[in-house]
């Protein structure tokens, strides 16, 4: 892992001031002589920096992260516990951690951080901009801030904006965290319970009830005893391992800030300002993000094509279904690589 440090204040889309930021970052492979190769990850909610650790069978040679053609760049997103700035960073102001204190971040809050680092990286120009889910909303906003940028966009799981269903389910995780008496205290452990029933309510809405009722079906032998309860359980407890409860709930409120319209007259006005070779694809039982709002992404986004990934894994289809999933970018290259040759 690498860092970047901007010693100097970072606005944010609310008014408030970050006095500096620090960015963590991962690169793979190396930038060509004319600087055309480079592919700039987004990643999700709670992921990292690390591609290779949190999607599986994508950073290797012969798929879409191809570090052997490509140099490629992801970044941790502001206020998460990854390395870059988050309630856990000290505020030089204070000398203290942020913690609850830590200011709201937007989803262009975000994108902008990561044209700092691209300044940095000296890069010119993304030959592809990929992003699932959260990372979804950062490639739509940094598609329509700077759409020379940007010559190809991969958009997975995502939308243009976060819809009320999508946000109801956020402020439900937020109460969870809120009932865990610990949280608002100045401690990297506060809240860490309310964190996993949190991630339990995440779960519902990442997998649906095909997978649930396809992955985790048993005999039930032992009254009262579901494999099911077990797995949200655990799946909760993993997360508080491994993450911080503050941030989970700043990160949750990015996604509540996401709308590509605000300011430029909606978000179908603003669709339309993207230039780059789009490609948005779909999973076919996602909840969260339903084919129907991939469609109307499409059909507003000039030179965008779609496909839809068939999966009973609703939203964490894009994590499970690696194949599928480098098929269709694989096939995008192509057709984009031809065209330009055309």
């Avoid at 001031?17 to 909610?45: E, F, Q, R």
Wanted: aromatic share 10%; charged share 20%.
């Amino acid at each position: 892992m690498k860092t970047f440090h901007y010693p100097h204040h970072f606005k944010l889309e609310s008014g408030e001031i970050l006095p500096d930021i620090t960015i963590a970052y991962h690169t793979y492979g190396k930038i060509n002589s004319d600087g055309s190769n480079v592919i700039w990850v987004c990643h999700a909610l709670t992921a990292n920096s690390d591609v290779r650790e949190w999607w599986p069978n994508t950073v290797a040679e012969g798929r879409f992260l191809d570090p052997n053609r490509f140099f490629i760049v992801c970044a941790n997103i502001l206020g998460s516990c990854y390395g870059t700035t988050g309630p856990l960073s000290v505020n030089p102001l204070t000398d203290k951690p942020w913690y609850g204190t830590f200011p709201h971040i937007s989803v262009k809050d975000v994108v902008t951080a990561h044209q700092l680092l691209a300044a940095h990286l000296g890069i010119k120009k993304i030959h592809t901009l990929i992003g699932s889910s959260v990372g979804g909303f950062q490639c739509v906003e940094w598609c329509v801030t700077d759409p020379a940028f940007i010559e190809r966009a991969v958009i997975i799981a995502s939308d243009s904006r976060c819809t009320p269903w999508v946000a109801a389910f956020n402020e439900s995780q937020r109460m969870a965290i809120e009932n865990d008496h610990t949280f608002g205290e100045e401690t990297d452990q506060a809240g860490l319970r309310g964190m996993a029933t949190a991630r339990s309510i995440a779960l519902l809405s990442y997998r649906g009830g095909k997978a649930y009722n396809a992955t985790q079906d048993e005999c039930q032998s032992v009254l009262f005893e579901r494999q099911s309860a077990s797995y949200q359980r655990y799946q909760g407890e993993k997360l508080a391992k491994r993450f911080n409860a503050y941030s989970y709930y700043r990160i949750s409120q990015i996604v509540d800030s996401h709308d590509i319209g605000r300011g430029r007259g909606g978000d179908e006005n603003a669709l339309q300002k993207i230039t780059a070779k789009t490609l948005v694809i779909a999973i076919s039982s996602d909840i969260l993000f339903p084919t129907e709002r991939h469609k109307r992404m499409v059909n507003h986004i000039p030179h965008a094509d779609y496909h839809v990934i068939d999966s009973i894994y609703g939203h964490d289809g894009f994590l499970v279904e690696s194949d599928q999933l480098n098929d269709i970018i694989m096939n995008f290259y192509q057709k984009t690589k031809k065209q330009s040759n055309e």
